[in-house]
């Protein structure tokens, strides 16, 4: 697979193993990679990105045979997640080894693992590996606090330094489903393209969820799951912004305020129903159209919130997503984009 992608993959490899940062592409968003196990490598991410050091990132790994470098203990529900979704876009926290991993950890017990689908991150993985290096940091590759990169371009213009590999656009568009199971039982942190019920159905328990994650899967959820829950970036209520102030709104709403809008204005709507109006639009709105499903929607998400601030907009109105659990991933990354 290295001879097939090329030099470039070599290179990448080559720099990852010296300690240096490069752009990955993944199926979910593209990472700002680094050794895992190279502290001052990992230091370096935290300082690119503006991020505070205790703020814990994922290490990603060639295959699950990796697992126990990091991990002290993997719960049959977590194996049996493993051997569902691995490759692919879901994240597992673990018992981590003490003195193992800690920079990257953040001073945590516990670690994010994840090994990514796509070609060229594997490509990258098992030739690092093969170099010596086990497993690889990567938090999304933007700037703290602002949108997710799913383009090579998008890292660019954040890090116009940094070696970026460039995998095309990302399939899934949204970060990975994270899941915590380094517990009795296996929590939902971050939804993502996975949903509660397919995880809860591949490894035969039920994924607990806290309440604004809670997708009418009859799951009994306790106050206790939200005390418990690590505080996480991720989940932080302002998250995923872009500069221009995002309301989500419901069509009938969009008309409604559409007279006072704050102009210029951009719109991200399912439903076509402003276009009915067309003429009563005022010039300064500016339409696009929204994928009725949450797959493709989630694959333009984060490219589409990039290219509208781009414009200068004042404001960002988007269709308020639908119910069900199919959204949950898409709904959470609008609603902290909008917080
Ligand atoms: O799809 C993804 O997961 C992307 C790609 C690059 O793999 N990565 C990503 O990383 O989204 P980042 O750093 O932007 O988000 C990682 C999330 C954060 O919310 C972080 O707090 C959480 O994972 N996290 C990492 N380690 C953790 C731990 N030990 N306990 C709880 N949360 C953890
Ligand atoms: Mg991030």
Not at 22 to 50: C, H, M, R, W
Not at 79 to 96: D, E, F, S
Not at 188 to 213: D, F, K, N, T, Y
Request: aromatic fraction near 4%; hydrophobic fraction near 45%.
């Amino acid at each position: 697979m290295v001879n097939a992608l090329g030099d470039e993959v070599l290179q990448a490899a080559q720099a990852l193993a010296r300690g240096e940062l490069i752009g990955l592409p993944t199926e979910t968003v593209y990472g700002l990679a680094a050794d895992a196990l190279n502290p001052s490598a990992v230091n370096a991410i935290f300082q690119t990105k503006g991020r505070p050091a205790n703020h814990p990132l994922i290490v990603h790994l060639a295959d699950v045979s990796l697992v126990p470098v990091f991990a002290s203990e993997v719960p049959a529900f977590a194996q049996r997640l493993m051997a569902a979704y691995w490759p692919g876009p879901l994240t597992l926290i673990l018992k981590r080894h003490a003195g193992v991993a800690d920079a990257a950890a953040g001073g945590h017990a516990t670690i994010a693992l994840r090994c990514p689908s796509h070609p060229m991150a594997q490509a990258v993985l098992h030739a690092t590996l093969s170099l010596g290096v086990q497993g690889v940091a990567a938090p999304s590759a933007n700037v703290f606090g602002s949108v997710s990169p799913t383009t090579a371009a998008h890292v660019r213009e954040s890090f116009p330094e940094l070696l970026v590999l460039d995998g095309g656009a990302c399939d899934v568009g949204i970060e990975s489903t994270i899941v915590d199971c380094s517990r009795d039982a296996p929590v939902l942190l971050r939804p993502g393209m996975l949903s509660v019920s397919q995880l809860s159905e591949a490894c035969g328990v039920s994924v607990l969820s806290p309440a604004s994650h809670a997708v009418g899967s009859g799951l009994q959820v306790s106050g206790a799951v939200r005390a418990v829950t690590p505080a996480a970036p991720g989940t932080l209520a302002s998250h995923y912004a872009p500069r221009a102030r995002v309301r989500l709104m419901t069509i009938e709403q969009m008309r409604a305020h559409l007279h006072n809008a704050k102009l210029p204005l951009a719109t991200w709507t399912r439903t076509s129903l402003l276009r009915v109006e067309q003429n009563a639009l005022p010039e300064g709105v500016k339409q696009f159209t929204m994928p009725s499903d949450a797959a493709p929607c989630a694959h333009d998400l984060f490219a589409q919130l990039r290219a509208m601030d781009a414009l200068g907009v004042q404001e960002i109105w988007i269709e308020t997503p639908p119910d069900g659990e199919a959204w949950a991933g898409v709904r959470d990354r609008l609603q902290r984009a909008a917080a």
